[in-house]
């Protein structure tokens, strides 16, 4: 259980084009999910959290315009990486926070990354 | 801002040895989780420790949280090439936010 999907995988995208990226909780819902940014040789850090039906809060530095984020159910998630340019390129990692209960007890569960490269 | 310093960064062993890698901050945390990360996946949770003093277990790997709950260890007994990989550790606030400490790449040769 609490298994957690992103499409795509992989995306090569030109300069100035928008990309969108979907994280998906597949067998439990999920009023938060995380976007996560992780650069070469780097940490995974924190770009925003997303609340079912309401605005996304977002980290210092992380700009709300460039990447939209949409959460319009308890189990999807998309952020919109918008005028993509090549520094935008990177891993981007989604996690979906299951609800207390018997089966998933307040536990970040992550996705597999999608890996978007900007030309 | 809470932080974790993660040490060390990066650590390249023989088949065989021990290590141990480390976690601290300045700031308490509810729990305290470990991860493991394969390139080009997402990262694969290990443990949880959430009491202060706390000792997990799995297999060769031995998490430790502190009294205190502001840092932890993880320990790896007789390596294998199987281990190498990104190990990363991140504290959780009463608000299910989560923050990465700066990661271990492992390598354990053969």
């Known amino acids: 259980g609490a298994v957690v999907s992103q499409h795509p995988s992989r995306v090569i995208c030109k300069s100035g084009t928008s990309v969108k990226i979907e994280c998906r909780s597949l067998d439990f819902q999920a009023t938060t999910m995380f976007w996560y940014r992780q650069f070469p040789k780097q940490s995974l850090m924190l770009m925003a959290t997303?609340?079912?039906?309401?605005?996304?809060?977002?980290e210092q530095g992380v700009e709300k315009d460039k990447f939209l984020i949409n959460h319009a159910s308890l189990t999807l998630s998309t952020l919109t990486v918008t005028s993509a340019h090549p520094e935008d390129s990177s891993f981007y990692i989604c996690?979906?926070?299951?609800?207390?209960?018997?089966?998933?007890?307040?536990?970040?569960?992550f996705g597999p990354g999608t890996r978007l490269t900007v030309l | 801002t809470q932080l974790l310093e993660q040490s060390p960064q990066f650590l390249s062993i023989q088949e065989g040895e021990n290590l141990t890698v480390y976690c601290n901050s300045s700031?308490?945390?509810?729990?305290l989780q470990w991860y493991r990360q394969e390139p080009g996946e997402g990262p694969v949770l290990l443990v949880t420790?959430?009491?202060?003093?706390e000792v997990k277990k799995l297999k060769r790997l031995t998490f430790q949280f502190g009294d205190a709950r502001k840092d932890s260890s993880l320990h790896i007994t007789a390596a294998q090439p199987g281990d190498t990989g990104l190990y990363l550790c991140?504290?959780?606030?009463?608000?299910?936010?989560?923050?990465f400490g700066g990661g271990t790449r492992l390598m354990v040769k053969p």
């Open positions: 991140a504290g959780e606030d009463a608000g299910n936010m989560l923050t």
């Open positions: 700031s308490v945390f509810s729990s």
């Open positions: 996690s979906a926070l299951g609800l207390a209960g018997p089966k998933f007890t307040d536990t970040q569960y």
């Open positions: 420790v959430v009491t202060g003093g």
């Open positions: 997303s609340n079912e039906g309401s605005k996304a809060t977002y």
